[in-house]
């Protein structure tokens, strides 16, 4: 047995050294075409400089589904469509937050409203300012101290974790509950500290939420520094703080995610790479997500050019609505289902246009064990970490299906700077570190439509 | 003997198991406190914007000597130092360059006199541009088809490497010998395309140098978009270059290195750490090599803020001269033999503030093997990366002399965008990536102090 075994090891071992010496020269030559010949962050830029941000609903994210179609039929897609999507619409339009110490006149502070918020109806509602530091003290406060007050929910976001991504989940319930909660105990809306990994006076927007049975009160954000200069005014007087906005959700409206395909050479079932081609209306969306969006255009596109005969087909979904509902990728769920379309794989990149570091692989041990016995031949393009275990938020709805899924897993660190903020623009992302994304991406979709 | 050996690496196993433990808690303490507390961002804030860039022989040079004594000593060094130096003394001054189509007026362009350069001596010197695009091109040029031309190197900075420092080296022969190989046939100046991985018009410098018996004429770096241009140009017409220029050397003049350390509680050989704190004569030298320095003062901090009690003296040395001429480096290394100072090992950090990826060992295999023996410790922190083979340009002369060397590896995708540029400014550096290779730097030095 044991020569046996030790035989077969080493016939295994050939057998893996010849695949794996072929698929590292494939590995190679997609990374020089993207390197070379990629075209992600020209097209990066035409979606965030002629476009813009792109909320759900708005004039420019319609633009940008034309956009989008037309980009997939340029890489090559052989069918190129419009998935029908029911998405919330919710207008910012104007607002304003002052606030004013107890001999002072009024000072205006920067903020936005979070998204899904409603607003004042632009009346102005003010009141003191309470400010709580965490969920524990806001658990001490009696509903007859915080009547008609302002609650000022001034956590930080923990510099401490390596990936910002845990400092981001960990601050994350301050903004989806911090109006239900000031509503329970008859605040008259809530102020949040950003969840930002900066210290500025940025104030980044982002998904909330009303708990069923709650008044619909506001939320909104300040910077990390305005947060720290309110703390310290707090510190020795009584602070009043006036808010007027017009924010609030307008219905739902009809819209679109955009798919592109090239469909499989032996059978079609399908392969989906995808980001989301909305965004929040600040900024241009440049990471979040027309990073994604590109990258998913030119793993196509790379596939095209380079003549990969792929097995399965491979599809580009640039979701709809991520930001604020997930409608696009509920959508998208609900299709594979009702047409029992077979898919292999999901891949999304929603997590910033930076260099790669890895892919999280949300599938059985199976999967993620062969996935995992592949990381050698990425080790050259510094993506290394395959041990993670979640997906991107679009694919939920399939990684429920049982469908493997997965994530790319870009460097960390500057995403929560700027993340849903003015500042997530064009100019904040790097040429060579977008393109690298893709690459890893199209080399993830190149071994599972060879070996699955 | 097999079951021996199996017991032998049961135990070795445990023991590893055990201090690993202890390590990895450490390694946590040393992350904790610098992303919490560390200081080198806001020290790298009053270097780039009160000092700015420091050339050697510059005032702002001797300013930054200043600066970095008085870190030292708050950062907890018991022994503060400055160490002679004697550094060559070159002075840009006023220059210009301007081109001319067969018809057309007079256009200037962007650019920058490469370090180390003569000039024109205020005068304007012309002539009829000469393009090559490879070494090849330029062998194949006669002395009679140069004579009285401007020879322009137009060799563009290979995208296709994943780690750019590889596309750095594959280009940098063009700036440091263009002006001699332009010299040598006859040549009246040189331009070069700037060594850079950006698409844009910024020119980068950097040292060059000039063959012995060879001409010193003058040599320039335009941008890459400026060179597309000015190959396009050059298609259909003929074109003329005018350059004036006051650069060149002055000399040499004495200066110092910075050095502080704190004494080992065991004996007195010394583990290096260290950045070079001149920069070039542009933007602000924060990437090169302001992160370098405050990084490693960040590590003395490091270790008197979480009382590691280290056995070996552990000593910051900020090398003067790095980028004209490597006199700070070269001066380390004569004192070290001089003084016959037994040292263990030097690590440097010069390759930007980026998120770190790994540390390059350049040391007998023994050594090499035992440090990727605790790679594991570094992996949660992204630190990955220990099969490079080269260390810090200030401390090739300790190389030379057998002592390991070492250099810290961030990730490079940007680092030539900006490099030599009137670019590299403190907005560039981002806080976390910048103190992550702080904290890489202290880890390896916590296990060598320990260890070794």
């Not at 009024?106 to 009346?123: A, C, D, F």
């Not at 974790?161 to 605040?187: C, H, N």
């Amino acid at each position: 047995m044991k020569k046996i075994l030790g035989t077969t090891l080493l016939l295994l071992g050939m057998t893996v050294f010849g695949q794996s010496k072929e698929d590292s020269i494939q590995f190679s030559k997609i990374s020089l075409e993207v390197l070379n010949n990629g075209k992600g962050y020209n097209e990066l830029r035409e979606l965030t400089k002629n476009i813009g941000h792109r909320l759900s609903g708005s004039e420019a994210y319609e633009k940008s589904v034309k956009w989008a179609e037309q980009k997939l039929r340029d890489a090559g897609a052989n069918k190129v469509w419009l998935q029908e999507v029911m998405i919330p619409v919710w207008v910012r339009g104007k607002e304003s937050l002052h606030i004013k110490t107890s001999n002072g006149s009024w000072k205006s502070l920067k903020m936005l409203s979070l998204g899904n918020s409603e607003g004042t109806n632009g009346k102005d509602v003010s009141g003191e300012i309470i400010m709580v530091k965490s969920m524990d003290e806001y658990n001490k406060l009696t509903a007859e101290q915080v009547k008609d007050k302002i609650l000022f929910f001034n956590y930080a976001f923990k510099q401490s974790f390596i990936e910002t991504f845990k400092g981001y989940g960990d601050a994350a319930k301050y903004r989806t509950t911090a109006a239900s909660l000031t509503a329970k105990k008859g605040g008259k809306f809530a102020i949040i500290r950003s969840l930002s990994s900066a210290f500025d006076d940025v104030p980044h927007t982002g998904a909330m939420r009303y708990e069923e049975n709650t008044s619909k009160i506001p939320a909104v954000a300040i910077g990390s520094t305005t947060a720290d200069e309110l703390e310290a005014l707090l510190k020795n007087q009584k602070i009043t703080a006036k808010l007027n906005s017009n924010c609030g959700m307008k219905g739902e409206k009809l819209s679109h995610s955009v798919i592109g395909e090239i469909t499989g050479k032996k059978d079609q079932s399908v392969i989906v790479v995808g980001g989301h081609l909305d965004s929040w209306d600040v900024g241009e969306g440049a990471h979040d997500d027309g990073a994604g969006i590109v990258q998913s255009i030119e793993v196509l596109r790379t596939f095209k050019k380079l003549g990969i005969q792929n097995n399965h087909t491979i599809r580009v979904v640039c979701f709809a609505n991520e930001e604020n509902g997930v409608k696009g990728g509920i959508q998208y769920g609900k299709f594979v289902k009702e047409n029992n379309e077979k898919h292999l794989f999901a891949i999304e990149s929603d997590a910033g246009g930076f260099a790669p570091r890895g892919i999280a692989l949300d599938m059985d041990q199976t999967k993620r064990k062969q996935i995992q016995s592949w990381s050698k031949l990425f080790l050259p393009y510094g993506v290394y970490n395959f041990e993670e275990q979640f997906s991107g938020t679009d694919l939920y709805p399939l990684h429920d299906m049982g469908i493997p899924a997965a994530e790319l897993m870009p460097d960390s660190q500057r995403y929560f700077d700027i993340h849903h903020t003015e500042e997530d623009t064009f100019e904040k992302v790097n040429r060579r570190e977008l393109l690298l994304g893709a690459i890893t991406m199209t080399q993830i979709i190149y071994m599972i439509d060879k070996n699955w």
